[in-house]
């Protein structure tokens, strides 16, 4: 199978100050790209790409930006396309989390995560797309199990995956023809601030806790998978054996997924009288 070579291609990431981002921005200048960090907090940004400069790897550059904004998008690409000369990869890795159940949880909640996870996308994809499409590249999207499969007290987590598997699947109708492929990548549970920052219902911290069902994966074993798919160009890639279980379960016997979704995620999350109301 055809391999894509990394190596003095221009790479655009979000959410790039930490996590499962910085680890990508990490794995992508290891083979020779020249890495550009976006991150809403901008001095966290630079600290991140200030790291990478230290490694004496390829050209990094910072840029704080908001996803939710779109003209800190265009003006991010646009600094990114001034910079190294055109974008070959756009990685939209820009999350936030929430953990309450629907009955507890306020819409500007809904509306805040839909904003980041899923307009933050939209709005670096526009802004970065006549570049990609010129440079016939590729967009990668950071989705999870959640895209395609219920997870219980996420339900806005949980639309705002699934809308980027909409989106971005029709996204790839209009732009394969230019050369473009679009990777969407669905990781199971990554050990990373993410959830440390979940909101609640109220929008304040979460205080339901997370139960990693099958454990966490690094961030920086997860950077490499998602490294390798992207090389291989994957429409969908299911990282791990827990993903596959759930893509597979869930489409098979969706039922049966998920009750025992419920079982053992609500169990580990929520107080005994909640569960009794629920089960």
């Known amino acids: 199978m055809e ?55 390829m ?40 953990r309450s159940l629907l009955r507890d949880t306020s819409i500007s909640v809904l509306r805040r995560v839909m904003e980041v996870n899923f307009f933050g996308a939209v ?20 989705s999870s199990i959640a895209g395609f499969s219920p997870l219980f007290g996420r339900t806005g987590y949980s639309a705002s995956k699934h809308a980027l598997h909409g989106f971005f699947d029709s996204l790839r109708s209009e732009v394969e023809d230019d050369g473009v492929d679009i990777s969407i990548i669905c990781p199971s549970f990554i050990a990373t601030g993410i959830e440390r920052a979940a909101l609640g219902g109220d929008g304040g911290p979460a205080t339901l806790p997370r139960n ?17 798919a992207a090389r291989r160009r994957r429409r969908l890639h299911l990282p791990g054996l827990l993903a596959n279980a759930a893509w597979w379960i869930s489409r098979l016997a969706p039922a049966t997924f998920a009750r025992q979704m419920k079982r053992r995620v609500a169990s580990n999350r929520l107080p005994q009288q909640s569960i009794n109301h629920i089960l």
């Open 3 to 57: 391999t894509t070579d990394y190596s003095g291609k221009n790479v655009a990431v979000t959410g790039a100050a930490g996590g499962l981002g910085h680890a990508l921005c990490e794995r992508f200048a290891a083979a020779g790209a020249n890495v550009a960090l976006l991150d809403v907090d901008g001095e966290a940004a630079s600290a991140a790409a200030n790291r990478l400069r230290a490694s004496g790897l």
């Open 212 to 228: 990693a069902v099958g454990g966490e994966t690094s961030a920086a074993d997860m950077a490499d998978r998602i490294y390798h």
């Open 59 to 98: 050209k990094v550059i910072d840029i704080q930006c908001d996803v939710t904004d779109p003209a800190a998008c265009n003006h991010a690409m646009q600094a990114v396309i001034d910079a190294f000369g055109g974008i070959d990869v756009l990685i939209n890795n820009a999350g936030i989390a929430h």
């Open 123 to 142: 709005h670096c994809t526009q802004a970065a797309l006549s570049s990609i499409c010129a440079r016939r590249g590729q967009i990668v999207v950071i």
